[in-house]
């Protein structure tokens, strides 16, 4: 018997198989994790923006750059999450977006 077929088939189904979705867990609009995203954005964002001026961009540029960088951070970590079998969560999502909103407000009104 050839056991290459085998092979392939185990290689092609561990490559293609999407990760099990665990059973639904609830996802309230308030909670630690919720508080995590939205401080972690926050933070991010302070910090991506001084970079960013610090090299010398003007303020625009360097909202355009902490605007794609966090929002790259918030999306990776969701799909980190659907990888290890937990949903993606548009709440977190969301808390990830206020503390954006809320770190570029702050942006816009430092020198």
Do not use: C
């Not at 085998?6 to 059973?23: D, E, K």
């Not at 991010?44 to 750059?65: E, N, S």
């Not at 949903?87 to 969301?94: T, Y």
Request: net charge neutral; glycine share 10%; charged share 20%.
């Amino acid at each position: 018997m050839n056991p290459l077929p085998p092979l392939v088939l185990a290689f092609q189904l561990t490559l293609g198989a999407s990760p099990a979705i665990r059973p639904e867990v609830p996802d309230p609009w308030f909670g630690e994790d919720k508080f995590r995203h939205f401080f972690l954005s926050l933070a991010a964002t302070g910090f991506t923006y001084g970079a960013a001026r610090t090299v010398g961009l003007d303020q625009g540029p360097a909202l355009v750059l902490t605007t794609a960088a966090v929002v790259a951070a918030g999306v990776g970590k969701e799909i980190h999450d659907r990888a290890r079998g937990d949903r993606i969560s548009a709440r977190d999502l969301a808390w990830d977006g206020a503390g954006l909103l809320a770190g570029l407000a702050l942006a816009v009104h430092s020198r």
